[in-house]
Every structure is written in C-alpha cells, then in structure tokens.
C-alpha cells in the first residue's frame, strides 16, 4: 500500500475574482506567498517523494511550504477549460445558452468548449497515480484533486461531491494494486516554527 497526500496551491489574483485558471500560468498572489511561507508538513509527510504541477502556482506552494524542489509531472497540470479560460464562473453559469454546469451535473464526459473532459484528465492522470513507488506528495489543482478523490470514493459527478477541497490540507489515498481508497480527515500544514 502507498499513501499520496494531495495538496492544492495557494491562492492566486485569478482565484480571488472567480476566473476559471485551468492551464493558464497564473502565480501566486503575495498574500498567498506569505501565508503559505507560515506552514510546514506534518512530520510523517517529511520522507514523501514531493511531486508538482509544473504550472508556478503549484511548483512555488511545494518551494514555499517544503523548501524542497518538487519533481514536475506533466500529468497533474490542471484540466483544461478551453473557451472559458479566464472566465468567471459566475458570468457563465448565469447564461444558460452557453452549456456551463456545476459539478454535480457533470458525470465523467462533460467538456468545455475546446477543453478537456474529467475521463480525459483521468487517462492522463491514471498511469502517473499507478507508477509511484512510494508514499508521495502531489501539490496540484482542485481538478486533479476533484478526479483522484473521485476515483477513491466512487463518485461519478453526479450529485454533492462526498468530499471538500480545502486549502493547507493534504487530501490522503491510498493505493494498493489498482484499488484507491480515501482517507476521511484531510491532514491539516503545520504552523511553521517562527524560529
């Protein structure tokens, strides 16, 4: 059995306004940078192999809270939302022309205009999740976090997601041979030593 502990990036200025990030390579804002400049892991997460994004906001939330240079996957960059990168999801979801849904609506092949749907993500995500060796950390996005959680606890996008994605947790599966389970609690960072 490996454990992978997913942790979602820091803020950015496109997060803030409610703009749809997907790939595009937004950095972290400096309230972000700072905030997560105050957390460290928790000890028994120190051993992990460390693993990102390559999209800055991601890389800089592995520097900052490990100071630690991750190994970049290509695989866990974030869904790609096509047309409506740069969006803001509030604007979209209120013109019912345009095909835009919540979550819950979306089951495993909804896609944006020119983007990519959770099944494609998921190929692309799945032979990375099932090469790791060891126990792992993945510092990502709420999409890759959505499609692995998804996996874990068997849901389909299809009603209430059985889990929230919060920021400075790590979100934990475990994976034995191709079986991926969660673990409930998310594992809250640590308070860095002032020191």
Same mark, same amino acid.
């Given at each position: 059995?490996?454990?992978?502990?997913?942790?979602?990036?820091?803020?950015?200025?496109?997060?803030?306004?409610?703009?749809?990030?997907?790939?595009?390579?937004?950095?972290?804002?400096?309230?972000?940078?700072?905030?997560?400049?105050? !957390?460290?892991?928790?000890?028994?997460?120190?051993?992990?192999?460390?693993?990102? *994004?390559?999209? $800055?906001?991601?890389?800089?939330?592995?520097?900052?809270?490990?100071?630690?240079?991750?190994? $970049?996957?290509?695989?866990?960059?974030?869904?790609?939302?096509?047309?409506?990168?740069? $969006?803001?999801?509030?604007?979209?979801?209120?013109?019912?022309?345009?095909?835009?849904?919540?979550?819950?609506?979306?089951?495993?092949? !909804?896609?944006?205009?020119?983007?990519?749907?959770?099944?494609?993500?998921?190929?692309?995500?799945?032979?990375?999740? =099932?090469?790791? *060796?060891?126990?792992?950390?993945?510092? $990502?996005?709420?999409?890759?976090?959505?499609?692995?959680?998804?996996?874990? =606890?068997?849901?389909?996008?299809?009603?209430?997601?059985?889990?929230?994605?919060?920021?400075?947790?790590?979100?934990?599966?475990?994976?034995?041979?191709?079986?991926?389970?969660?673990?409930?609690?998310?594992?809250?960072?640590?308070?860095?030593?002032?020191?």
């Amino acid at each position: 059995m490996i454990r992978l502990a997913l942790l979602r990036h820091g803020h950015t200025a496109w997060n803030r306004a409610g703009q749809i990030q997907g790939r595009s390579d937004i950095p972290l804002d400096q309230e972000a940078r700072e905030e997560l400049a105050g !957390y460290e892991l928790p000890k028994e997460w120190l051993g992990a192999d460390l693993w990102s *994004s390559p999209l $800055c906001r991601a890389v800089e939330t592995a520097r900052l809270v490990t100071h630690k240079t991750p190994q $970049c996957a290509p695989e866990l960059t974030e869904m790609f939302w096509g047309e409506w990168e740069g $969006c803001k999801g509030l604007e979209l979801k209120a013109d019912p022309e345009n095909g835009f849904r919540d979550i819950e609506d979306w089951g495993w092949d !909804y896609r944006p205009p020119e983007g990519e749907s959770p099944a494609e993500v998921w190929a692309r995500i799945e032979p990375w999740l =099932y090469s790791l *060796s060891r126990d792992s950390l993945a510092v $990502c996005h709420i999409g890759i976090m959505r499609m692995i959680l998804a996996k874990a =606890y068997g849901w389909n996008f299809d009603g209430p997601a059985p889990f929230r994605i919060k920021r400075n947790r790590l979100f934990v599966v475990e994976i034995t041979g191709r079986d991926l389970s969660p673990v409930q609690d998310p594992v809250r960072l640590v308070p860095r030593d002032p020191q």
